[in-house]
């Protein structure tokens, strides 16, 4: 075994400082008093203080920088850090999850980016390894390590459909600008933009002195409904365009193309966002909707992995189709995802008796609002009875698309929440645990909840169908427990 | 063993003295608050400790009388090729967990559990985890074998 530490290229210092720059504030900010107070008591001008204080900080990564070293074995990648508490982070390649590369759009020439490694292990919640700024050649070698022994994964894909159907070897996709522009105008994403707009708006209307409004509001008093609508609309304008313009940025020339069983996505405009990751360690498919894209017929489709990989930092979602229309999604899945259902398959739906729980519980959940207004605000309370309608439209909703169906060796499970519908694919090998959940009312009324574990991230993901037929419950826990 | 199984009834004193803990535990939480009281009298810490109080007294009721019903209605059952949990009467749930998935097996036992030879049982898939509460020694090594036998039988069930 050779010895090969490596650095990583000296500019991650300033990735160091950028990243710590807020503990950075933190430290100027309490230290200033004191240096002023020894410069002066010694003698010297407060700057040489802060400056011996800078270069302190700079010193400091540096010597992170010096510290931090990875090596790139036979059989494993190495990382080593930390200044005072060496920490050794050793990841066998056949054992990596997904490679994920980030680079932004000033280091392309430079041919650097960011690399992040992970693996099943569910200790932290940050990726096992993270090696801030390398040369692109770093993660070529590792990923040419990494398939090298496509032999041990490739007996983790024992799956039935897989024999049937050659693994296509090879399979692009870039997405289509007209579908990217549809898929960003029907974001919900506006609603919480709208919500913190409106929020900043009312903030500054307090921040403003008094007096100030007070010899305004006179001049155009008689205008103030004018006013309040054009503000409305342009809040509403903008949060549109900062929604679209996110998405289509964020989505921008998105790509998937698989080659020997790995799939690889791209995307992004100012920063290309890049993640690999081998089709057997997908662990489900999530094909969702919102409402307005179901009107559209446009759908999104994201992979359950074991690692928290993705276009966000918080839901740990692996996109990989941002957008596709409903016809054509499994056709467009299929090839890079070769345990993929052929088409949607027709769906078991609840009985229209059932229903009622789900409007019954949802206006419960929105009681918990009206019921404080009204008790607070008497008459005006009233105003916060359009929640009871969203309740019960969501609740409505939830059941109308709640669904089921085995197929194969595979459990189709549909729900909806918050006027989104996600229809989920699971092989039956990845489930983890399964419940059947029953209160004694339901013994009465013979209906029962299913749900289903299934790793994502690294953690779990519950699945559930509520309120199906205690029969049907009982058939899809039987077929779980079939091995 | 494939039919369903109680916990051992020693598990009713674990849990028993368990209750008495935490109830001793706010107790003492609430004593705490009633000498901060006694030496700067300040009115807060008199509410806060007989809340803390209150809350020993309801959980100490609560969880003591909730025993008998959670032994009657706690039942595992250990097969082939999975572990069942089975709990509740009202709220009734029944989780199953294949051994294939299991990804390890951890036995325990606290200070209450040595003192009724008991042991818990903690079963870890690769995304959620499962306890019973309390097993006998015997019943706990059984069942660490078995899973590994199938875990070494089904080979790679890697996520």
């Given at each position: 075994m050779t010895s090969n530490k490596q650095h990583l290229n000296p500019l991650s210092i300033l990735y160091f400082i950028f990243r710590h720059s807020w503990d950075t504030i933190l430290l100027i900010i309490i230290g200033s008093g004191p240096i002023t107070n020894w410069s002066t008591a010694i003698g010297v001008t407060p700057w040489l203080g802060f400056t011996a204080l800078a270069i302190l900080i700079v010193g400091w990564h540096t010597v992170r920088y010096l510290c931090f070293t990875f090596e790139i074995n036979d059989e494993m990648l190495t990382i080593n850090t930390g200044i005072l508490v060496k920490k050794h982070t050793h990841i066998p390649y056949s054992?990596?999850?997904?490679?994920?590369?980030?680079?932004?759009?000033f280091l392309v020439p430079f041919h650097l980016e960011k690399l992040q490694i992970e693996t099943a292990g569910h200790d932290d919640h940050s990726p096992e390894?993270?090696?801030?700024?390398?040369n692109e050649r770093i993660r070529t070698e590792i990923e040419r390590k990494r398939m090298g022994d496509s032999s041990v994964s490739d007996d983790a894909t024992e799956d039935f459909s897989e024999r049937l159907t050659p693994p296509v070897r090879h399979a692009d996709y870039e997405i289509n600008p007209h579908e990217l522009n549809v898929f960003a105008m029907t974001s919900l994403g506006v609603f919480p933009i709208i919500g913190a707009l409106f929020a900043i708006y009312g903030k500054v209307q307090e921040a403003i002195p008094q007096r100030l409004i007070d010899s305004v509001t006179n001049t155009i008093i008689h205008q103030s409904a004018i006013i309040l609508g054009v503000v409305g609309v342009l809040i509403v304008v903008l949060s549109i365009a900062g929604s679209y313009l996110t998405i289509v940025q964020k989505y921008y020339k998105f790509r998937l193309n698989s080659e020997d069983d790995q799939l690889k996505t791209e995307q992004g405009l100012f920063q290309r966002n890049s993640v690999t990751i081998p089709t057997a360690r997908i662990q489900a498919?999530?094909?969702?909707?919102?409402?307005?894209?179901?009107?559209?017929?446009?759908?999104?489709?994201?992979?359950?992995?074991?690692?928290?990989?993705?276009?966000?930092?918080?839901?740990?979602?692996?996109?990989?189709?941002?957008v596709v229309k409903n016809d054509q999604v499994f056709d467009t899945l299929h090839p890079f995802v070769n345990w993929a259902p052929k088409q949607f398959s027709q769906l078991d739906h609840l009985a229209k008796r059932s229903y009622w729980y789900f409007i019954r519980n949802a206006s419960l959940i929105s009681l918990i609002v009206i019921l404080p207004c009204l008790y607070f605000f008497k008459v005006w309370g009233l105003l916060s009875l359009p929640v009871l309608l969203i309740?019960?439209?969501?609740?409505?909703?939830?059941?109308?698309?709640?669904?089921?169906?085995?197929?194969?060796?595979?459990?189709?499970?549909?729900?909806g929440h918050f006027f989104t519908r996600s229809q989920y694919v699971i092989p039956h090998k990845n489930i983890q645990s399964f419940l059947f959940v029953q209160s004694i009312w339901m013994t009465h009324t013979k209906l029962a909840h299913i749900r289903v574990n299934v790793r994502h991230g690294n953690s779990n993901q519950l699945i559930e169908i509520r309120y199906l037929p205690e029969v049907t419950g009982k058939e899809i826990f039987k077929w779980l427990q079939n091995r | 063993m494939?039919?369903?199984?109680?916990?051992?009834?020693?598990?009713?004193?674990?849990?028993?003295?368990?209750?008495?803990?935490?109830?001793?535990?706010?107790?003492?939480v609430g004593i705490a608050g009633l000498v901060i009281y006694h030496f700067w009298d300040y009115q807060w810490w008199l509410y806060a400790a007989s809340f803390f109080f209150v809350v020993a007294i309801i959980d100490f009721i609560v969880e003591m009388s909730l025993v008998p019903y959670r032994y009657s209605f706690w039942l595992y059952t250990v097969t082939d090729d999975a572990v069942e949990l089975r709990s509740g009467f009202i709220f009734r749930k029944l989780v199953s967990i294949p051994i294939a998935r299991v990804q390890d097996v951890t036995l325990s036992a606290g200070p209450i559990l040595q003192s009724q030879k008991l042991q818990e049982v903690r079963i870890t898939t690769a995304s959620t985890s499962h306890r019973i509460d309390g097993v006998e020694p015997v019943v706990g090594e059984q069942l660490r074998k078995q899973i590994m036998k199938l875990a070494v039988e089904v080979g790679n069930h890697d996520v």
């Open positions: 054992r990596i999850q997904t490679v994920q590369h980030q680079q932004w759009f390894a993270v090696l801030p700024l390398v498919l999530r094909i969702k909707q919102n409402v307005i894209r179901q009107w559209c017929h446009i759908s999104t489709v994201q992979a359950l992995a074991a690692s928290s990989a993705g276009d966000d930092e918080k839901s740990n979602d692996l996109m990989i189709l941002p309740g019960i439209l969501m609740g409505w909703y939830s059941a109308a698309n709640t669904g089921w169906k085995v197929v194969d060796n595979q459990l189709i499970l549909q729900g | 494939n039919e369903s199984n109680h916990l051992p009834a020693q598990i009713k004193t674990v849990w028993r003295i368990s209750a008495l803990f935490n109830t001793l535990l706010a107790a003492a």
